[in-house]
């Protein structure tokens, strides 16, 4: 009996920021590394004020930012 190939599932990792673009960063790059092929990176950004969002998204593009 052949068995369909199953897809994992897909997931969304989603990562809260707050002024804080070295230590998002390092825990972007660390999601961006994983080998999981079904994953959606959320950054939500709670209204920084040293442009970490938009200097993250221009890093991450990949990633959708909020």
Do not use: H, W
Request: proline share 6%; with cysteine.
């Amino acid at each position: 009996m052949i068995r369909p190939r199953i897809e994992p599932p897909k997931v969304a990792v989603v990562i809260l920021s707050y002024n804080g673009k070295e230590l998002t960063e390092r825990c972007l790059q660390s999601v961006m590394a994983s080998r999981y092929a079904r994953k959606e990176i959320i950054l939500v950004d709670n209204a920084s004020t040293d442009d970490s969002a938009e200097r993250l998204a221009g890093m991450f593009p990949s990633a959708i930012v909020l």
